[in-house]
């Protein structure tokens, strides 16, 4: 492509666009740029670059890089700065220089390399600029009138923070990168600062809405608004004042858009995306961007195959790098509920937020600070001063301590005969069960015949099933012991008479239906599923009382703990959720008596369940859809469920209703699991894509989680529990091999390469 030369527009004189000039311009093409302010004027202060990022621009032009390294303030501590006490954690590595410098070296690139650079010039519309330009590259920003002309081509959607934020300066250096928390008779306020110069730091002050409104801050102007944070944050800057840059306070907008581009022209960087400033990503992202661009542009034949490899490259990273980004923007508008945490574990949340650094990762940057949280938590050190990972530590539910963290999800397996479950249930369960989990759940056991999910669904209606659950109980008890084996009982309600699950999810039997009864006579699937009955008085005694007599035979077969399923749809989350309770009696309407059956329930099995015997609940806190569940009234489900004797909640969401749209993601659960647990103070079993045991430490020594759940993982892997602690030479009371597998308990060698 780089033969042929094009002439290109660039809409916005920012990092991303200049850059994307200075690429282009120096493969020979001819390169105009518009920007509407003077070459001097510039937003916010300093700008933060990975070292990821410098080496693809080191690749690309040494002279840019060269002039970049020369300014840059290097820095490797993070202070965090939790009531009066000061935590550091070293080994991170930041680089930053002034956002203006950036641009001058930007300007002189662009210049040097024959850009013919506009300044004080609004630019052409974009699609007007298309019909005599080869390409035209829209960097305006997060508010790109090009993005906004185009909006029918590409589908953008902006999400709204709940903080606000300003952007202002001190003219002195901090140490390393502080973030500072201020618990003010208004509400709680952050700080978040770092160098970019010798003499220079920005200071960004953010807190959520209602804290801003309630503090006056929504009255102020520029200079008062830094009077304030200074004389707010006085301590951190040392009785110096804060100074503004057309400093506005304003809420953060995640921008995604479903087509980066149309025709020749191309959005990038903040016209086509953003994340949230806490992760310092807005400039490296835009600079990746036009790394990205310019190398496809080299390499493709012509520009539409060049822009649709842009896309296709850049859109994995920049969904990790959103996701990470939601995860801290979310973690500081929830930062209320971490305060009273103690102060290491709380440094340790904050810097693990995004999930992108973790509890292995960190202990590879700061070793020393990262036992010292360990240690907090609870981690004994063995002879030679080795900690146990905190997954392996015990954790204690009523009268059963479990020795580790670790729990297998329950899992529906589809495989009983008449509800019977048979030789497959007894090698899946006792299979995890040798595999050292701490707690092993079995599938969702019908509490009846009408309750079952699918023909091939196990449950405990029948003394025959009783008899067959008892004999997997005795064996787990028998060959892996120390293994706490729980059920979870449960009824399908409206979801029920489905297929199984490989021959059609929810889809309706072929025939042999049974009858679906249902908070509300709503069908899961409308126009596919049945159309379920509305319960009547008598209809809900009745099944309480299946739930107390497969409760009386969950005890009598042995098992440890007892999970009550309120969650995905099924009969008692049908009650729960506006979504599918739409009577008018006493169990519908407001949340107080949507709760009503599903906490009669639960009291009529705690009543009958040994007083020994811990017992939680599976919840779904959230629908993922307009007007279903919200996050607070989560927390008060839960509540009333702890309220009522519950042990733990085990969180989970969705799949109440059929057009739901989940925010997929790794982990993408847990902060459900987290906001209950530091809201209530209550224990959670934290589950959804969590895969890793670097995830499992990270998750328990954050506070995020009291147990963590794992499906998949442990049907690609029923020993994984084992193999996590063979992966981290761990050999305690945490993580025993059985007797016949010892001699496995070491990883096999491996061939040469």
């Known amino acids: 492509m780089s033969a042929s030369a094009m002439r290109v527009a660039v809409v916005g004189g920012g990092p991303g666009g200049l850059y994307t000039a200075a690429l282009l311009a120096r493969q020979g093409h001819t390169v105009e740029l518009w920007e509407r302010n003077a070459p001097e004027d510039t937003f916010g202060f300093g700008v933060v670059l990975s070292d990821e990022t410098l080496g693809g621009i080191e690749r690309a032009d040494t002279v840019v890089h060269a002039a970049l390294a020369a300014e840059f303030v290097r820095w490797d501590d993070v202070d965090v700065v939790h009531r009066g006490r000061l935590l550091t954690s070293g ?25 013919r650079l506009r300044f004080r010039a609004e630019a052409p519309d974009a699609f007007a600029l298309a019909g005599s330009y080869d390409l035209v590259v829209a960097a305006d920003g997060v508010h790109s009138a090009t993005r906004a002309r185009g909006a029918d081509r590409f589908r ?135 790394l990205t661009l310019a190398e496809a542009l080299d390499r493709l034949p012509d520009v539409p195959s060049a822009l649709a490899a842009y896309e296709e490259e850049r859109r994995p990273a920049v969904a990790s790098t959103q996701r990470a980004a939601a995860a801290s923007m979310r973690w500081f508008e929830d930062l209320a509920g971490y305060v009273d945490q103690p102060a290491r574990q709380f440094a340790f949340n904050l810097l693990t937020r995004s999930r992108r650094v973790t509890h292995d990762n960190l202990r590879l940057r700061d070793e020393r600070f990262t036992r010292a949280v360990e240690r907090d938590f609870g981690c004994p050190e063995d002879a030679d001063g080795a900690g146990t990972p905190p997954m392996f530590t015990p954790f204690t539910l009523r009268g059963l301590t479990l020795r580790n963290r670790v729990v297998v999800s329950p899992m529906d397996t589809y495989s009983a005969e008449d509800g019977v479950p048979g030789d497959f249930h007894l090698v899946h369960l006792g299979g995890r069960a040798l595999g050292g989990a701490g707690l092993v759940m079995t599938e969702m056991v019908c509490v009846s015949a009408e309750g079952r999910i699918t023909p091939g669904c196990a449950g405990l209606w029948t003394a025959e099933q009783a008899a067959a659950w008892k004999r997997i109980a005795e064996f787990v008890h028998a060959s892996a012991p120390g293994t706490a084996l729980g059920v979870q009982l449960g009824h399908s309600g409206r979801k029920g008479s489905t297929r199984l699950m490989w021959e059609g999810m929810d889809e309706p039997l072929p025939d042999g239906n ?40 969950a005890a009598d077969c042995g098992f440890d703990l007892l999970e009550l399923h309120c969650a995905h749809g099924y009969l008692l989350s049908g009650f729960l959720s506006p979504l599918t309770n739409h009577r008018e009696d006493a169990y519908g309407g407001p949340l107080e008596n949507r709760l009503r059956f599903p906490l009669e329930v639960f009291d009529a099995v705690r009543e009958v369940w040994p ?63 987290d906001r209950i647990r530091n809201a209530l103070g209550i224990p959670v079993i934290a589950v959804g894509a969590i895969s890793s045991w670097d995830d499992v430490n990270s998750l328990l020594l954050a506070g995020r989680a009291d147990l963590c759940a794992l499906g998949r993982p442990h049907l690609y892997d029923p020993h994984w529990t084992l193999h996590a602690a063979a992966d981290q030479a761990y050999t305690g009371p945490g993580a025993p091999w059985p007797a016949p597998y010892r001699a496995g308990s070491r990883k096999p060698p491996t061939g040469k390469g």
Not at 260 to 269: A, C, K
């Open 91 to 115: 080994g991170h590595g930041f680089a930053a220089l002034g956002r203006r410098r950036l641009l001058e070296i930007l300007h002189e690139r662009c210049a040097g390399l024959g850009v």
């Open 156 to 290: 953008p959607t902006e999400t709204p923070g709940r903080c606000r934020y300003v952007w202002l300066a001190a003219d002195f250096a901090f140490d390393s990168f502080r973030f500072e928390i201020a618990e003010t008779e208004h509400g709680v306020m952050q700080l978040h600062g770092y160098p970019y110069a010798p003499d220079s730091s920005t200071v960004i002050v953010e807190m959520r809405e209602e804290v801003w409104r309630a503090a006056g801050l929504d009255l102020c102007d520029e200079a008062e608004s830094a009077s304030r944070c200074a004389k707010t944050f006085t301590e951190a800057l040392q009785g110096r004042p804060l100074r503004g840059n057309r400093s506005a306070w304003t809420r953060f907008r995640t921008v995604v858009n479903a087509h980066w581009s149309h025709g020749n022209v191309v959005l990038l960087g903040d016209a086509a995306h953003t994340a949230h400033f806490s992760i310092g990503s807005g400039t490296k992202l835009a600079v990746e961007d036009a």
């Open 514 to 553: 049974w009858p679906l009864v249902a908070a509300s006579a709503l069908p899961y699937r409308a126009g596919v599923s049945a159309v379920p009955r509305a319960l009547a008085a008598a209809d809900l005694a009745a099944i309480r009382s299946d739930f107390a007599a497969a409760a009386v035979r």
């Open 611 to 673: 007083a020994d015997r811990p017992m939680t609940v599976r919840l779904s806190a959230t629908d993922w859809a307009p007007g279903g569940t919200t996050p607070e009234e989560a927390e008060r489900i839960a509540a009333a469920f702890a309220a009522h004797g519950a042990d733990a909640v085990d969180v989970s969401t969705g799949q109440v209703v059929s057009d739901e749209a989940p925010e997929y993601g790794r982990s993408y659960q847990t902060p459900y699991a």
